[in-house]
């Protein structure tokens, strides 16, 4: 007969096998498992309808500013998030929720570093809620996680799912757009004008051409996300409030997060007061000029703000 001490281990790694989703995961730069010392890691979340590759760029200009600044070797850890990119989608019972998300970047993160662990993570919308998650579930097991947080602009607490960001293209409408485009896809410049035709913006467009691969049978493209998927995260992401958690935030030599809040997002309106309420630890910045696709509209302000407020 087991021990209740012995038997506990086993549930507990049972249901995390049940719950959690293996991600594809890769570095930028790449580097030799040999080298010595080690470099060091940071972690960038994408948003929802995305991929890892989204951020390649935004990955190798912050590895670009933060070598220049500490001396150190830097490489940059992106994942595509479960039911985006090359990762697993929807599972028995629905595509997830934001903690079961959250718990599979921590899986990825132990694993692809061989339990080294990450410094920081940086996190767009879907993403950004997600690290948001991964600290406090990090703190909750006194593991030993990231020390900084970068959000961008990622509404921390409940959000209403039938209101627009405040920016020129809800999340919700462009989940809804790119639900309706038909399938196959002929080409990237009919699909930009499909979506523009219902109404998302020419840059928000162009940029969802980066997330379409040629499909595995036939002719043309397919979206590199599973839209079930996409669509329980975002309610998901909605139901979810983080304010708890940011309010408990005190600051000192601990946990830090950094809000970027996007000048064009109406949305932080909303929340204003529970921001005013947030622990001495969360500091917050605003790209005036960017829309909630920040990495899109200000992506140097957002290079500047990681890599200028990186501890060591």
Same mark, same amino acid.
């Given at each position: 007969?087991?021990?209740?001490? #012995? ?5 507990? #790694? ?19 498992? &040999?080298?010595?010392?080690?470099? #060091? ?14 951020? /390649? ?84 097991? /006194? ?58 913006? /020419? ?32 309610? &998901? ?9 940011? #309010? &408990? ?57 990681? &890599? ?5």
């Amino acid at each position: 007969m087991y021990h209740l001490s #012995r038997i506990s281990p086993l549930i507990s #790694r049972l249901h995390r096998d049940l719950s959690t989703v293996t991600l594809s995961a890769s570095f930028y730069p790449p580097s030799p498992s &040999s080298q010595t010392p080690p470099p #060091r890691t940071f972690l960038v979340l994408h948003g929802l309808l995305g991929n890892r590759g989204n951020f /390649k760029t935004c990955a190798s200009k912050i590895h670009e500013k933060l070598e220049a600044r500490t001396g150190d070797k830097w490489r940059g850890m992106m994942v595509d998030l479960r039911g985006h990119g090359e990762s697993e989608g929807r599972m028995e019972g629905g595509g997830g929720n934001i903690k079961e998300a959250a718990r599979d970047v921590k899986e990825a993160i132990e694993v692809q570093t061989k339990g080294e662990g990450v410094e920081f993570v940086v996190g767009h919308s879907l993403g950004g809620k997600i690290g948001l998650k991964l600290a406090e579930i990090y703190g909750r097991e /006194k593991g030993i996680g990231p020390r900084e947080y970068f959000i961008l602009d990622s509404i921390p607490g409940r959000v209403d799912r039938g209101k627009a960001t405040g920016s020129e293209d809800s999340v919700r409408d462009v989940i809804n757009a790119v639900d309706e485009v038909g399938m196959p896809i002929v080409d990237k410049k009919s699909m930009m004008e499909d979506l523009e035709e219902r109404g998302i913006t /020419k840059g928000v467009a162009m940029w969802m051409t980066t997330n379409l691969r040629k499909r595995k049978e036939g002719d043309g493209f397919e979206f590199t996300f599973d839209v079930p998927t996409a669509r329980s995260l975002f309610d &998901s992401f909605g139901d979810t409030d983080m304010f708890p958690y940011l #309010r &408990s935030i005190d600051g000192g030599d601990g946990v830090r997060v950094h809000i970027v809040k996007a000048g064009r997002n109406q949305a932080w309106g909303d929340v204003e007061d529970d921001m005013g309420r947030v622990g001495e630890g969360v500091v917050v910045h605003e790209l005036e000029k960017a829309g909630h696709w920040v990495h899109v509209d200000d992506l140097e302000g957002v290079v500047r703000i990681v &890599s200028e407020n990186v501890r060591g």
